[in-house]
């Protein structure tokens, strides 16, 4: 998905991994990355419960969520979770990467 919108390869931002799978926390406890982009259009994890295990255990890792059809409810409901936002999955790359950055300037202040 990150290839497709080109940020692995445009932004200056280094992509770690990208998964699908179930085991995704795994990797958050191996490679301790600066944010984490939780896809809400996989219904394989419940995300708002990911969010709010991935902020208790690492409360550095900035979580955001990406979807293509985000209502209020989810929005507040990952915020109270401990997550940045959601943003908009047809967002162009350029607002992906100024949205992480936001999010990373934010929550290290």
Request: glycine letters at 6%; hydrophobic letters at 45%; one cysteine or more.
């Amino acid at each position: 998905m990150l290839d497709q919108v080109g940020l692995a390869y445009s932004s200056g931002i280094e992509v770690a991994i990208e998964s699908r799978r179930s085991n995704s926390l795994l990797h958050v406890k191996q490679l301790q990355p600066l944010v984490v982009l939780i896809n809400f259009n996989f219904p394989v994890v419940d995300r708002i419960a990911a969010t709010r295990l991935i902020r208790t255990r690492y409360p550095h890792i900035v979580v955001i969520g990406l979807s293509t059809n985000a209502t209020d409810y989810l929005v507040h409901a990952m915020v109270q979770a401990g997550g940045y936002g959601i943003l908009d999955m047809a967002k162009a790359v350029d607002d992906l990467c100024s949205y992480i950055r936001k999010a990373l300037l934010e929550w290290s202040s």
